[in-house]
Structure formats: C-alpha cells, structure tokens
C-alpha cells in the first residue's frame, strides 16, 4: 500500500456525512499526514473533517450501514453567498440577482461591477419596478456555475447596436420611426 493512500471506508463514511446534508461535492483532498479530508460541496463553505479518531474504528473488518464516525467537522472555512437567480433587464446593460442568503443586488454589465444592493427584498418585484419598455438585442450570455456572474460577450452582436428614435419635433412628418445603425 502507497504511503499516501487513504483506507477507503474511512473516504465512504466521511462522504456519506456530506452526501446526507443532500450537498454535492466538487472535490476532496487528504490533509497532512492522512489525518485530515478536506471537503468542498455545492456551498461555498470548505470543511475540514478529521480522521485521527476515525482511524482506530475503521481497523474492524465489519461497518454498519449508516454508522457515523465522523460527526462533525473540525473546522469549516466560511464563503460568501453565491448567486442562484438573475435576470437580465430589458435594457440589457442591467442585472437583478438574487444571492443564497435571500440578498438582492442590481449590478452594471458595462462597469463589470454591483451598483446597488437591495438587501431582503422582494426579487420578483424589483424585476416588475426596473423593467422599461424597450428593446436591445442579447449582445452577452450569463453563466452562474462558480456562483458568481460570469458574462461572454456574443461575437456576432458584440459591437453591433442599434436605436430607434422618432423625428424631430421640427420635422413636417409626425409619428415616424426611423432606425439608425450605430455600427
């Protein structure tokens, strides 16, 4: 057996804790000298479980189905709130998201940056207050897979824009939209 490796029940049951707090988890890592399983979930937080008490137990030959060994982690290492809803306002250049902690912010795609945080409120009611009517084409796609926003710019609309502006007052013909590319 690898100096490095890890008795495999001791792995099984660390991770049966994990998996019956219903989180998935995204990778784990041995601590020093084996005596430690590090454990990121879908959560932002980081766990520390440790094995050292562990250990002992699992030199029986026998486990029990839903034996608990490890109980609770040693140390937890505290995230922030990651982002699980958004939308995309219709003039396209704004963002209401709401975070795993029931925040609300309104964030600036152009300045890459939060502008506003609305705190616990109410998130579809914030969409209903700050949606205009107008339209701007989808020139970026959002991804919250890190729990973060994530903007791509979409190569074929990325530096095409357009406005729609009615004729000046001045103008003899009333009420006609003209189209002008800003290309």
């Not at 300045?111 to 989808?138: H, S, W």
Request: charged share 25%; aromatic share 8%.
């Amino acid at each position: 057996m690898k100096e490095n490796c890890l008795n495999l029940p001791t792995l099984f049951i660390c991770l049966n804790i994990e998996q019956k707090r219903k989180k998935n988890y995204f990778k784990v890592e041995l601590g020093k000298e084996q005596q430690q399983l590090w454990v990121s979930t879908t959560e932002s937080n980081i766990r520390c479980w440790s094995l050292k008490e562990s250990l002992a137990t699992l030199a029986r030959t026998t486990y029990y189905d839903g034996e608990v060994i490890c109980k609770q982690p040693d140390m937890i290492i505290q995230g922030g709130p990651a982002i699980k809803h958004y939308h995309i306002l219709s003039d396209k250049r704004h963002i209401i998201t709401k975070d795993s902690n029931s925040n609300v912010a309104l964030y600036d795609v152009l300045q890459a940056k939060m502008i506003e945080n609305l705190g616990k409120c109410d998130y579809e009611e914030e969409i209903r207050k700050r949606t205009k009517t107008i339209f701007v084409p989808n020139w970026f796609c959002v991804d919250l897979k890190v729990g973060i926003l994530t903007i791509t710019l979409e190569e074929s609309d990325i530096f095409a824009s357009w406005i729609a502006v009615k004729e000046l007052a001045d103008n003899n013909t009333a009420g006609n939209n003209e189209t002008v590319d800003l290309k």
